[in-house]
C-alpha cells in the first residue's frame, strides 16, 4: 500500500497501517523537498504497479480531488485496534478511526473521512463522504453530517441536528439546531458567522 501525502496526518495514518499490519511501500507526495518519512521513501508520482492507495491528506476538499482522479486504486479502510465500533455500524472505503474513537449502533460513515483520535459518535448517525470528524469531537444520536464537513476539535453536536454540506463547525462550538450548506459555526450555542456559496 502507498500512503498519499507525507505529512503529519500521514504519519498517523502509517503508524494505524502498521498496527494492521499492512505493508507500506512508500508515501506519495509532490513536495520533491521530502524524501523520507518513519523511515519510508517519498516518492512524487503513484507507480504504474500500485493497486493499493490511501489517501493521508487531512485537507477534505483535496481528499475528494485525488480520490476522483484516481478511481482505479483500492482503497482501504484503516481502524485503529483501540476504537469501539458497533458491529452494526458501516464504513465507506478509504476512512481512517482514530485511537480512543466510539461509534455506537447503526451509524453510516460515508467514504475518505476521518474519524479522528477519542471522537465520539451515537447510534444513528450519517457522517457523508469527506468528513473530518476532529479530536474529542462528540456527535449524539441521530445527527446527519454532510459531505465535506470539518466538525472542529471538541465540539458537540446535540441529538437530531443536520449539518450541511462543506461546512466547518469551530473548535469547542456546540451545535443545537440545523447547519445549512457552506457555514461556519462558533460558538456556545453555536452561531453562523459566514456562509460560501457551494
Known amino acids: ?17 502498521e498496527l494492521l499490519k499492512f ?5 506519495i507526495d509532490e513536495n520533491t523537498n521530502i524524501n523520507d518519512l518513519l523511515g519510508y ?21 483535496i481528499r475528494k480531488r485525488i480520490s ?6 483500492i482503497y482501504p479502510t484503516l481502524i485503529h485496534p483501540s476504537s469501539n465500533i458497533s458491529k ?9 478511526v482514530m485511537a480512543g474513537v466510539s461509534i455506537n449502533a447503526c451509524t453510516y460513515i460515508g467514504n475518505h473521512c476521518i474519524i479522528n483520535t477519542n471522537a465520539s459518535i451515537d447510534h444513528d448517525c ?12 462528540a456527535l449524539a444520536g441521530n445527527v446527519t453530517v454532510g459531505e465535506g464537513t470539518h466538525i472542529g476539535i ?3 453536536i446535540i441529538q437530531g441536528v443536520k449539518i450541511g454540506k462543506w461546512s466547518t463547525i469551530g473548535a ?4 443545537i439546531k440545523d447547519v445549512p450548506d457552506g457555514a461556519t459555526v462558533v460558538g456556545n450555542p453555536g452561531r453562523i458567522i459566514k456562509i460560501q456559496e457551494l
Open 126 to 137: 450519517i457522517v457523508e463522504n469527506f468528513v473530518h470528524i476532529s479530536p474529542n469531537a
Open 154 to 156: 471538541g465540539a458537540s
Open 1 to 17: 500500500m502507498y500512503l498519499f501525502g507525507a505529512s503529519g496526518h500521514g504519519k498517523v495514518i502509517a503508524e494505524i497501517a
Open 23 to 27: 505493508e507500506i511501500h512508500g508515501f
Open 41 to 61: 521513501d517519498v516518492i512524487p508520482k503513484i507507480p504504474e504497479n500500485a493497486k493499493e492507495i490511501f489517501i493521508s491528506i487531512g485537507n477534505n476538499t
Open 172 to 175: 469547542g462550538a456546540v451545535i
Open 68 to 73: 476522483e482522479k484516481d478511481e482505479k486504486y
Open 88 to 96: 452494526r455500524t458501516k464504513l465507506g472505503k478509504g476512512t481512517a
